[in-house]
């Protein structure tokens, strides 16, 4: 069974920058982050492929940045500008295959979440 490891969340100020990453167990063609805050659905932030191929969703786009070390089937989330309304618990997911979207359906592999709390 895929283990996803996400690690680097925690506290930090509105307009300060954070790092949180997530490490899988093998080799997975799509990585992902997502986030959900209480009461809230789950939001796509972030995917990246194998190939190093991204995209964001509309409210981080310019703030955050997504990458991976294909030798360490790692990828990073580089938060930015961060704002109160980014505080929710981010949740790596993963899948295998040849196609990605920012649709949490598709994604069979999820890690724990790591929370992430920006504070005014």
């Known amino acids: 069974q895929v283990q996803l490891v996400e690690s680097g969340g925690g506290s930090v100020q509105d307009g300060g920058s954070l790092t949180i990453s997530c490490s899988a167990s093998e080799d997975m063609y799509c990585m992902a982050w997502f986030r959900q805050a209480p009461g809230t659905e789950r939001e796509g932030v972030a995917y990246?492929?194998?190939?190093?191929?991204?995209a964001y969703g509309d409210s981080v786009k310019g703030r955050f940045t997504i990458s991976r070390d294909n030798a360490k089937n790692t990828i990073y989330l580089q938060m930015n500008s961060l704002r109160p309304e980014d505080t929710a618990m981010y949740y790596c997911?993963?899948?295998?295959?040849?196609?990605?979207?920012?649709?949490?359906?598709?994604?069979?592999?999820w890690g724990q979440g790591t929370q992430v709390t920006v504070s005014s």
């Open positions: 997911a993963a899948r295998t295959g040849g196609y990605c979207q920012m649709n949490p359906n598709i994604f069979t592999e």
């Open positions: 990246i492929t194998s190939g190093r191929s991204a």
